[in-house]
């Protein structure tokens, strides 16, 4: 978990990725090491995966150390702003070694689905948790995602207090993901949903 330290620097991204360059800050994540782990298990088969909201790479990075022999990990966020955090997940994905397995598009999921690959085996959303956010991201899934392929929702279980930020994700995931009978849920990890598409 991100100490109060790193959440407050969080919040001034220009001295985030001086402090992480000169390597004495690590990059943060909102995501457990839980699912993290949980994540790594679906992945490991997938030859086009896709990750919508990237932020500082942590997930990007490890999920991409577990594709196979030629796979590739689309990192979808739009980085508005010339965004200092995407320097810090190009820098992480680097010291990580991972950069060969990773692709960054810096765009929303809606304007990369054209240039995603048209057959995806594996989605992580994590990107803009507003109703409308995701329900761009789902169309994406649902164009792209191929048969047998899994979808993962972050922010879609209610876990915590905090949770509150996430109140229209999860909303949107119970009425409409969660019912959508070409899917079906495989496993929740703490906030977060995993489906598989069905054949
Ligand atoms: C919660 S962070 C992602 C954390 C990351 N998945 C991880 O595990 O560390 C959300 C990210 O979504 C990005 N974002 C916001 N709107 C987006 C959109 N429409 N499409 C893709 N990414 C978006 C933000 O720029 C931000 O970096």
């Not at 782990?37 to 995966?49: F, G, T, W």
């Not at 930020?165 to 977060?192: Q, Y």
Request: aromatic share 8%; proline share 5%; charged share 25%.
């Amino acid at each position: 978990m991100n100490s109060p330290f790193h959440d407050q620097i969080s919040r001034r991204p220009r001295i985030f990725n001086v402090l992480h360059k000169l390597r004495l800050i690590a990059p943060q994540t909102q995501t457990h090491p839980a699912e993290r782990a949980v994540l790594k298990r679906y992945i490991k088969e997938c030859v086009a995966a896709v990750e919508v909201g990237t932020y500082m790479g942590v997930t990007a990075a490890e999920l991409a150390s577990e594709l196979p022999q030629g796979g590739m990990l689309y990192c979808v966020d739009p980085y508005l702003n010339d965004d200092p955090y995407q320097r810090v997940a190009q820098r992480h994905f680097a010291r990580q070694k991972v950069t060969s397995r990773i692709q960054i598009l810096a765009a929303t999921s809606t304007q990369a689905a054209s240039v995603l690959p048209a057959e995806v085996d594996f989605f992580f959303v994590d990107g803009d948790h507003s109703r409308k956010g995701l329900e761009a991201d789902w169309r994406v899934v649902l164009q792209l995602l191929k048969k047998n392929g899994v979808a993962a929702f972050h922010d879609t279980s209610p876990v915590h207090e905090k949770d509150r930020n996430s109140i229209e994700a999860i909303a949107f995931f119970d009425e409409v993901i969660k019912p959508d009978r070409r899917f079906k849920l495989v496993e929740t990890c703490m906030s977060t949903n995993i489906l598989v598409r069905l054949a």
